[in-house]
Structure formats: C-alpha cells, structure tokens
C-alpha cells in the first residue's frame, strides 16, 4: 500500500464494554475497511468473546447482546487476524484516542505491536466543518448528506461511514483548496492545527 496517501489507509472501530481498557473494559467488535486509492478493496468485522457478560446498556447500545458473543472467538484470536489484517498501514478512526487505546491495549496482551500511523476523522472534521452542528460521526453524516443505512454503533457500519466521511473530506480539500491527492501526514497536521488557523494553513500550500 501507498503509505504516503491520505486515500489509501485502513479506517477501523471497535466496539467494546465501555470507555477504558484501563479499567478492565475489552473489545467486543472490530470492523475495518481498508481503502486503495480511494477504493475499498478489502473489509474486516469480528465479533470477539471478552471473557465476561456486557452490561444490558451495552447490550442496547451496540445491540450485540451476551448470547451473541458467547460463541464468537477469543480477543486474542480475532486480534491476531486483525493485525494481520492492518500490517503496518496507516490507520483512521473517528475519535481515534479511543480506539488507539483499545488497540494497544489488545495488542500488548497477544504481544503484538502497530508501527504505523493514526488520524482522527473527528478531529480533522472539526477544522474543516466548523460550521457543522456536532462533529459525532451520525452528525456528521447527516450534515455532509453523506448515504447510509441507518446503522450505527456497530463496527464494520461505522467503519463504512467513517470511510466515506474521510473520501468526502479529501474531495472537499479538492474544491475548496485545489489540493490533490493529500498526504497522510497533511491529515494529521490538519488535525492539529487551531480551528482559527487551518483556512490560512491550507491556502498556503
């Protein structure tokens, strides 16, 4: 994969039992889709045995209930094919602390280690939509008219809108600032830049 271009990159969710693997919460749904040259050419989603009961508010929230994970394979396997699955490729997601903490903290039980790079849909988003109501993925969808199902808060689902967020930002680059093919890296100093800065910023490249 093109390691350079912001349209090539894996853009991936999970879904887990709450907020913070440091506090015991697991994974229980990673979904991905990995995207080559602005095509996605390639999807993963898993349901994953936490070892544990969710809460009924999970259960609701995600509408992946217990029955359902109590026949799916161990974190460790499913992370296991999962970084298998991302190689060192570039990564988004949507609120990406979040999922780069549950990541690692997956990896790290089955050893395993990412060496490539993060951005954040949302964070990026919230610089070049700043007009936008909120900058939740499902707002944003709604905003940018962006097509889908209806389906949230699953991860392959999210991981398919957060993918055509992500083309949709690129093709607004495109009108907006005449800037073809970004790089990865423009990306991520995009979501770094103050909200009162970035206009200046991309003008100037």
């Avoid at 199902?149 to 991860?155: I, P, W």
């Avoid at 967020?165 to 979501?191: C, G, N, R, T, V």
Wanted: hydrophobic content about 40%.
């Amino acid at each position: 994969m093109n390691h350079s271009s912001a349209n090539s990159v894996i853009i991936f969710d999970f879904e887990t039992t709450g907020l913070s693997p440091n506090q015991g919460d697991r994974a229980i749904e990673i979904g991905a889709v990995k995207l080559l040259n602005g095509v996605v050419v390639d999807t993963f989603q898993e349901l994953m045995n936490p070892g544990f009961n969710v809460s009924s508010f999970i259960e609701n929230y995600t509408g992946i209930s217990n029955a359902m994970l109590y026949s799916a394979p161990s974190c460790a396997e499913v992370m296991n094919r999962f970084a298998d699955f991302i190689g060192d490729d570039n990564l988004v997601a949507h609120n990406a602390s979040f999922d780069k903490r549950f990541l690692e903290a997956e990896f790290a039980l089955i050893n395993r280690k990412y060496k490539g790079q993060f951005a954040c849909s949302m964070l990026i988003a919230r610089r070049l939509y700043q007009e936008a109501p909120n900058h939740k993925l499902g707002g944003l969808v709604e905003f940018k008219q962006i097509e889908n199902d209806g389906t949230f808060h699953r991860a392959l689902a999210d991981s398919e809108m957060t993918a055509k967020l992500w083309l949709k930002m690129l093709e607004d680059m495109h009108d907006s600032y005449s800037i073809a093919d970004p790089s990865f890296k423009l990306m991520q100093q995009i979501s770094q830049k103050t909200k009162s800065g970035v206009k200046d910023f991309l003008d100037s490249l």
